[in-house]
């Protein structure tokens, strides 16, 4: 846990990381509520994490089980694109202030849990 502590403490001092420390981030800056157009952007980006871990995970384990490894080769990186292209169509969707505003969140709420460890 010493190298995960001293990892954190150094993106910490990042210029990004310090700044969203300092403001103490929140989701509060979203004050508005989204329109169905940024909800389908945040749903799309998110959809985006579970097709590509899951789909990728069952391409090479289905690749394992049938003894093919060029269903991999070939099935991985094309689900690796598409799920890049639903992910920045939702990005484009949900446009730059929510996605800016949650990482700013999720770095400082990550960041204080390391760091008090």
């Not at 190298?3 to 954190?8: G, S, Y």
């Not at 990728?56 to 690796?80: D, V």
Request: proline residues 3%; positive net charge; hydrophobic residues 55%.
């Amino acid at each position: 846990m010493k190298i995960v502590k001293k990892l954190a403490n150094c993106i910490a001092e990042t210029k990004f990381a310090s700044k969203a420390i300092a403001d103490r981030a929140s989701l509060k800056e979203i004050k508005v509520n989204p329109t169905a157009k940024k909800y389908l952007g945040i749903f799309l980006m998110c959809f985006s994490y579970i097709l590509e871990f899951l789909a990728i995970g069952l391409f090479g384990a289905l690749s394992i089980y049938w003894k093919e490894p060029k269903f991999l080769i070939i099935g991985g990186p094309f689900l690796f694109v598409i799920a890049h292209l639903i992910f920045f169509t939702g990005m484009y969707l949900a446009g730059g202030k929510y996605l800016m505003v949650f990482f700013r969140w999720a770095t400082r709420i990550t960041l204080e849990k390391l760091i008090e460890q």
